[in-house]
């Protein structure tokens, strides 16, 4: 049964905290991305991973850290730095650039600080 | 900074009818993207139409674009009450050195009315 899992589903994190997501795929996929998403808004790139040991800052990086250690792993820790951090959290993967190919969503991680 | 804009934001019909959105954007496109989200939930993909496309289907769906507008519409017809979700359209620019970006709108929130 392929596809991307987030762990854990809802996530409480007190001020000063880091807190770190879990994103995993077994799609045999090169590319990782992290969304952050706010209510009533669009997606917006975290982070993104063209290969294992490798990644990008995307539009919004400041306060977040990731890793890129295996293939299949991709995880995001929201650091003390940021500042807003309360939101929902989406993994995606792709086969390469999305040139010819789409994103792959796993089903979130809501994120709320307390 | 957000690439497309949808239109409209939110969107209430009767189940049977037709159900039209639309996607403006701003810069030459790689690609361009229609996602779907249930409430709470991860991006499902809907459908790819290339740049020099102009028109795809999709079972009850059908996108169109118009790269002299800079715009995207996405028709689903016969709605039934599980097409209600919010609908994205994404944007892949057309550099290379962009092909891992995919930028977001903020969506169109349909109500299917049983």
């Known amino acids: 049964d392929g596809g991307i899992t987030q762990s854990p589903k809802y996530l409480f994190r007190k001020e000063g905290q880091n807190v770190t997501l879990s994103c995993e795929q077994n799609?045999?996929?090169?590319?990782m991305y992290w969304y952050r998403q706010d209510p009533g808004q669009g997606l917006r790139l975290i982070y993104y991973s063209q290969i294992v040991n490798d990644f990008q800052k995307g539009d919004i990086a400041e306060g977040y850290s990731v890793s890129r250690e295996k293939k299949e792993s991709f995880p995001l820790t929201v650091t003390s730095a940021q500042k807003n951090p309360t939101a929902f959290y989406l993994c995606?993967?792709?086969?390469?650039?999305?040139?010819?190919?789409?994103?792959?969503f796993g089903q979130g991680t809501r994120l709320t600080v307390v | 900074s957000q690439q497309g804009e949808e239109d409209p934001q939110a969107l209430s019909i009767q189940e049977g009818e037709n159900a039209t959105m639309n996607c403006s954007y701003k810069t030459s496109i790689n690609n361009l993207q229609w996602y779907r989200q249930n409430s709470g939930r991860g991006l499902v993909h809907l459908i790819l139409?290339?740049?020099?496309?102009r028109e795809k289907h999709s079972g009850r769906l059908r996108v169109t674009l118009d790269t002299s507008k800079k715009s995207s519409s996405l028709l689903i017809t016969a709605s039934r009450a599980a097409d209600t979700a919010s609908y994205f359209c994404a944007t892949v620019p057309y550099s290379g050195a962009g092909s891992y970006q995919l930028t977001f709108g903020k969506g169109t929130k349909l109500s299917v009315i049983p």
């Open positions: 995606a993967s792709s086969i390469g650039g999305y040139g010819n190919t789409e994103a792959f």
């Open positions: 139409i290339r740049s020099n496309e």
């Open positions: 799609l045999n996929h090169d590319a």
